[in-house]
């Protein structure tokens, strides 16, 4: 039986599903769909149409926010990640993502390029599924990246039917010109070093490949801008939260609640710093904060670039929470996790609405 949680964000995604069908773009899922419809993914990766990506986010937006969600949508290169919040029963969030994009690549290689381009569609209730699209993501971008490695946390990545083995000759094929066999052959074998071998010998294919087909502009310049928001010159993602307290041991309880309850949301991870650190250190925090990561600053300043969000401060009894922005504060007295609960979710759902309408605003994304 499903959790009432997960059955608001189904709901809320197959809404979203059925709105893009009614606007009549191409569009499909290439991941996230594995559990369906008992469960759903963490997040749910949407191919689109070619040229059709802001109207799928602004039908995105619009479905989400009428719905009662707050909408919080990031630019990463061309990828767009829809974050969305919601208000749940137990007085919490429900939280939900879906990512956006017309391509997936590794190096100059689109290894995902459009939907349906590798292998017929699937209708599971109100989604389209690319299994295809989906085996090139998981499979194929996984592999060319860091070969068997990429694997041993997910080995169900290469337990694959024979329906799912038969996209790899037009992946294969259109990517690098190369047979698909040796891939076949090693993933049966779940040999690591024959799927290196043959990793390593597909990534020189892909590197000869695209450099002969045209478009070569449009997919180098792809890997620039993916390199110029992830690695070169990261900004701030997940929000940022301050902690400074005059007791160790009252301001580790309140920590550990606080890493509780937004480890619940769909954050990719929550990370506390008790210093900035050197300077390739504080880069390697911005980098973490763009790819959706909470930062959790405990007496300490937070690096230029991470401006704290919300700042909690604790004197013996009182807690003071403050949402930067609006300039909001809420005060509680006590250690109890209740009360810490209360703060931080009236903390958080005032920093969910007010950088939502900032970035709606700064992406020029109109909503009903």
Known sequence: MMGSSVSVKIQALESVAEAFTREGFQ???????????????????????????????????????????????????????????????NGGFDSLQLDLFEHLQWAFTWVVDGVGRDGPLVQRGPFLEDPAANLGKTLIIGGLSRGSQAFEKKPEYLELEADELSFLQPILKRIGDAPAEPLKEAILQRSPRAINLTFKKLRSACYLNSLCRSGRLKRFTSVVLKQWVVNIRPKKGGPVVQILGDSIETTTQIVETIKRELQNLVYHEVVEYSEAGSLKERHQQLRRSCLQAVSLYVNCTPPKGLDPDIELRIQGEILEFRVNGPDLRHTGRGREDTTIQTLIHQSLNEYFSFRSNELLKEHSILTN
């Open 27 to 89: 569009w499909a899922v290439c991941n996230g769909l594995e559990d369906y419809p008992s469960g759903i993914g963490r997040d749910l990766d949407i191919v689109i149409e070619q040229g059709m990506l802001r109207r799928a986010l602004g039908t995105a937006c619009n479905t989400l926010q009428n719905d009662g969600w707050t909408v919080l949508p990031n630019l990463q290169g061309w990828i767009w990640w829809v974050v969305a919040f919601k208000k749940s029963e």
